[in-house]
C-alpha cells in the first residue's frame, strides 16, 4: 500500500509522488513511515532519508527538517535535499576538512557548534553520493 510522500525545501519541491515507505531520523531515534501511519509531527535531524518505492530504495541528504504525517500524505520540509547526482563529493569532503580543521581549533562555543553542525552535513552527504554509486 503506498501513500503520498512530498519532500520540500526553501528554494524546491524536491519530490512529491507515491511511495511504499520512508524511514528517516528523528531527533530521538529512527522513525520509518508507512501508509496509514498514525498522524504525527516530529523534528528529522541531519541524515540520510531512505526513500522505497515498487521494490527500489532511494536515499536523500537532509540537512535536518520537520516531518508532518497526516492521513492525506506526508510531508517533510527540510533544510536541504540532495539525490546521489546532485552532491559533488569533492566539495562535501573540502567541507569536511574545513569542519574538523575548525574542530581542532575550538575557538568558541558557536565555532565549535557550527563545525559540528558543517561536519555531520558533509558526512552524511558523502555517505549518500557513495550509495549513489
Same mark, same amino acid.
Given at each position: 500500500?503506498?501513500?503520498?510522500?512530498?519532500?520540500?525545501?526553501?528554494?524546491?519541491?524536491?519530490?512529491?509522488e507515491e511511495v511504499d515507505m520512508i524511514m528517516a531520523r528523528?531527533?530521538?531515534?529512527?522513525?520509518?513511515?508507512?501508509? %496509514? !501511519?498514525?498522524?504525527?509531527?516530529?523534528?528529522?535531524?541531519?541524515?540520510?532519508?531512505?526513500?522505497?518505492?515498487?521494490?527500489?530504495?532511494?536515499?536523500?541528504?537532509?540537512?535536518?527538517?520537520?516531518?508532518?504525517v497526516s492521513k492525506e500524505k506526508t510531508v517533510l520540509l527540510?533544510?536541504?535535499?540532495?539525490?546521489? !547526482?546532485?552532491?559533488?563529493?569533492?566539495?562535501?569532503?573540502?567541507?569536511?576538512?574545513?569542519?574538523?580543521?575548525?574542530?581542532?581549533?575550538?575557538?568558541?562555543?558557536? %565555532?565549535?557548534?557550527?563545525?559540528?553542525?558543517?561536519?555531520?552535513?558533509?558526512?552524511?552527504?558523502?555517505?549518500?553520493?557513495?550509495?549513489?554509486?
Amino acid at each position: 500500500m503506498k501513500f503520498l510522500f512530498e519532500l520540500v525545501t526553501p528554494e524546491r519541491k524536491v519530490m512529491s509522488e507515491e511511495v511504499d515507505m520512508i524511514m528517516a531520523r528523528a531527533v530521538d531515534g529512527d522513525i520509518g513511515i508507512l501508509a %496509514n !501511519h498514525a498522524p504525527l509531527v516530529t523534528t528529522i535531524d541531519i541524515s540520510q532519508l531512505l526513500i522505497k518505492k515498487d521494490g527500489k530504495e532511494q536515499y536523500v541528504a537532509i540537512g535536518g527538517g520537520i516531518l508532518e504525517v497526516s492521513k492525506e500524505k506526508t510531508v517533510l520540509l527540510a533544510d536541504t535535499a540532495e539525490f546521489p !547526482h546532485e552532491i559533488d563529493i569533492k566539495r562535501a569532503e573540502e567541507a569536511k576538512k574545513r569542519a574538523e580543521l575548525r574542530l581542532e581549533q575550538r575557538s568558541g562555543e558557536i %565555532n565549535v557548534k557550527r563545525a559540528e553542525i558543517a561536519l555531520r552535513k558533509a558526512l552524511t552527504r558523502i555517505e549518500v553520493a557513495e550509495k549513489g554509486k
